[in-house]
């Protein structure tokens, strides 16, 4: 995964776009049922219109001695996305007008967009700013913003029922690493680890898609299937580092896929943090929006937007680590393990199953009984067909991880099925 | 409110009799829809039967040698509510039978009533029964018990539906300022406000009569009206002095009058008190009582039988204040708005919607987003027809006062209907 | 109560044998109405298979100079339940792969049995264990294990309704007193107690079995009717130490049981400790199972597991005393007494009747009510049908032995009704 992310890093990803389409057939290589969409500029998709389509060759200012101060070749960053084109001799004042900076995070580019209002910019540090001190300067970007299309791209892989599980992430930044590569990069290999499953009883969806309008735009071709089958599903987003996990609640935080992802970050990661919709800010503000209302939330490792890296230069392939990527990986995993055993168990017998003559419990009665025994037999009282799989886990205090040979072992046994 | 406050306090009022219509009478001047009802001595209303009509013109106890120790010409107070007439000279040992104290509170008179038994008495503070050190006195009241009626009156104000909001409070008190003239003049004024709205979605009812016996009285005349048409209602008690807020529960503490008060509160005043229904001892005793079931929950400033001068002369008019009645007044204003904004919204686009091309949203994007935005955004995403305004702005934070504003301008985008 | 556990102590009772029906036939002296079942051996019931049935004359270790080092006549807790006979002269290493003992409680001797795998063993304190120190000793078993049955015991007393409470214990324990002497005595006091009550609304269904198979064999016999009729099932399991109570929920911990055991506890003892489910360990395990889901939950004193001398020969008759004892079957009949009353009532009259024409009001008025006051308006306020009388005792924090004689008088003035 890590490597997947070093390829990717240097290309200059937008909204739409020719780079947003190579990073998404790198990121797709060797993946027979890619389907991407392109959807053309002027298209209505809900109350958004899918904006011009952004390319950029290059861009820098140079001091009118020729000597370059600033340059889209060291970071794509230095442009703001969505930049018109200029290439003109102006005044250091005029130039300033068109200069982010984050002046609280002197050393660092932040990084800006302008997708809805047509201007150009450069972003840069608060120093290289300070450093602007020429009386005038030569500005050059080289962009253009015409007629083209918008960028989607999913892949659906079938299984035993048409309930759905889906992944999504989305791909439209530039050079930043934990947002947002980490999350495509994680996407993509769980696409693999779904298509090595021996068998799936859901379907899996996995979407890319640039943030906002693209989701609003993908929902817009998908919103029937979805409402109709959707069960549970995941924004991947900043999932790269190694400091903590979180978890953004959908709206009212009581889907089957907040259900799950609290189950297994409580016994994977009990410190985890769980952040409010309110502090929502991927594409889950699109899939729980009022009359979307999907069952999705947010996994993240170290939240967007808390962490002092978030949309700057400093958000470098030096914050993610294989460990990082690796653990959140190993989070989606286990979330697709439980959800493909969860169900609604029943004993076949009535009170306790006699353990004893099948191996399963002590022969001799004494004070004290081991911890696997008690799994066991607290799982066995629990499977009335009230709760499900996530629902006894939780009561029991037994990861969903141990509960799975379990019900191997009692279903072998004939002693339990689903309701 | 102060003013009328003053003008009415030293008019002595009780359960019945002519010291009660007067107050009505000055309490309700200009308002031409009042409604008063006379409810005959004897008459049965549900499990109790309305007692004589009781008026009093003066009372006193004298020295033998005509020197005035105590005199109703001073405070009302000093003779007890419903006393019996009597004119004689009598040992000390006898009158002190018929003496009412506070003695923790030794300089305050006491407020002290016998409506449903027959006798007589005086109140005075602890000290001056202390002084009382004669042999004999010559005590007078000059009162009389007969038959007669029972005041209630009330005011309805129709609206664009019969669902009603009701606000209630009770006039029966002497000379006592916080509990209870604070409750009648915030009723009026609310009535003169209720009739400046410009339009009125509901109808407000505002009803006042003596405590207890006229809220049966009133409910015996009124509940089928009542049961069908009341949304909430509001028991206005103690709301004129100026150290805190407090909320009495309904019975379940559930209702919508419940849930508007806490919305209010919580933003308005946050250190409001609580106080269950356990804790209650006004006319929402009747209001929620078993069978009558209405939801009706109780505003104050400090509670009735929680503050120290309660039921006594130091309940006067330096307890209260413009600025205790305004804060009232201010919080069952706000209370009224809610309720008439208070719907289950739903957003007429799917996805979030483009505020940005409605000049609604910022046009760069960087770090950061400010609490107007916030608000706004938040909002949307909840209008989805589940919660309605008051559930709403108990989940993300923000008072009704400023969701206000954004319901009327999502709706003139035509983005925001009712569900 | 005492002197029955007395009596029965030093028989020698497991899961079946003559020691059992001695002991039942004890504990039931005097009650026309018991009925027992005897289940042959080899009879399946639910998931198990009832097992051939254990008798012991006697037992001991002696050296080969024929000095007893251990002797079933001192206590029966020396030979393994359930152990197949033996006469040999054994190797000290072989004896020692026979012997049980608790290392940690070295004084004690440990309560052990294998009732579902022959083996022969004898139970010592590790301080015993240590003091073998001979090459060989001769071992003797006098014990059988042959066809035979399992008995069971129930006390089914009429009342006006088939609904039903039971109240369950088990008398499969050796000599311990409180565990499981103290179930049994407090059993069949209530059973005295529940024949002498002058009516009896419910039906009470009392239980005596071994544990776990005699509560699985009495289960599949009596589902049907238990499943139709119980309202509410409690197992008494040691309750005769004088150190706390304790209760154990059921599984959801939502039952009229768990209801009616938290209101007394709360206020008998407020210092009860609860035990979630996952704590189980006596026939609860049983009534609760998946598809048998009977509402029962337990009632301890200290609660087995729980204590030090739990399952060794320091759980004698100076654990248990009769105040202990005693406690436990306080509890138990103001169980017996609330569920009897619980129900949901009904003021006949609409607004609080006027209390104090019927003498329960006082009729001067001045600050301060008392309690009993209170809870008899508390107690009318919140008779209006919608919580049964243990959740309004629940609510307005008075004891349900106080809302009785409030229902009675209410009643009595046709006042209240049930619903």
């Known amino acids: ?25 790198i990121l797709t290589e060797g993946l027979a049922d890619i389907r991407t969409y392109e959807i053309p500029t002027g298209t209505q998709v809900f109350d958004w219109t899918v904006p011009k389509e952004w390319n950029i060759r290059g861009g820098y200012i140079e001091t009118l001695d020729g000597k370059r101060v600033i340059d889209f070749a060291d970071t794509n960053l230095h442009i703001m996305g969505y930049s018109t084109p200029i290439d003109a001799v102006i005044s250091r004042d005029e130039l ?18 302008s997708y809805y209002k047509e201007r150009w910019g450069f972003c840069m540090s608060e120093k290289q700013k300070q450093a602007l001190t020429e009386a005038q300067y030569h500005v050059v970007i080289d962009s253009d913003l015409k007629e ?9 892989i079938k299984g035993e029922t048409d309930e759905e599980i889906m992944f999504t992430t989305y791909l439209c930044h530039p050079s930043m690493a934990n947002n947002e590569l980490s999350g495509p990069v994680v996407w993509r ?28 735009a993908y929902l817009s071709k998908n919103l029937d299937v979805l409402k109709k089958n959707l069960i549970a599903g995941f924004v991947l987003s900043c999932v790269g580092d190694n400091r903590t996990y979180s978890y953004v609640e959908s709206k009212y935080a009581n889907t089957l896929a907040d ?14 943090k769980t952040y409010s919709f309110l502090k ?27 962490y002092p890296e978030y949309h700057t230069s400093a958000d470098d392939m030096s914050l993610i680590s294989l460990e990082g990527l690796q653990g959140a990986y190993e989070v989606s995993t286990k979330i697709i393990n439980a959800l493909e055993y969860n169900a609604h168990y029943m004993m076949t017998c009535m009170g ?33 067909g009230q709760g499900d799989l996530i629902e006894i886990s939780n009561t029991i205090g037994v990861p969903v991880d141990i509960l799975i040979p379990i019900v191997d072992k009692l279903t072998e046994h004939q002693l339990l099925i689903k309701k």
């Open 148 to 156: 083209g299309s918008l960028t989607l791209g999913d892949v659906v």
């Open 1 to 25: 995964m890590y490597q997947l992310a070093e390829r990717l890093f240097p290309i200059c990803r937008s909204l739409t776009g020719n780079g947003f389409r190579e990073s998404l057939r």
């Open 259 to 272: 259900r799950v992802v609290r189950n297994v970050l409580s016994y994977h990661y009990p410190e985890y």
């Open 352 to 384: 306790e199953p006699q353990l004893g003559k099948r191996g399963l419990y002590p022969t001799t009665s004494q004070k004290g009984l081991v911890d696997e025994v008690l799994a066991l037999i607290d799982f066995i009282a629990y499977a009335d």
């Open 189 to 216: 290999a769980l696409i693999d680890y779904v298509l090595a499953m021996p068998k799936r009883r859901y379907t899996y969806r996995f979407v890319i898609n640039p943030e906002t309008i693209g989701s609003i």
């Open 280 to 306: 929502r800010g991927s594409d889950e503000r699109q899939y729980c929006s009022a009359g979307v209302d999907l069952p999705v939330c947010g996994i993240c490792r170290t939240k967007y937007a808390e």
């Open 96 to 113: 300033l007008e068109h200069v982010y900076t984050q002046p609280d995070q002197p050393d660092w580019i932040p990084y800006v967009t």
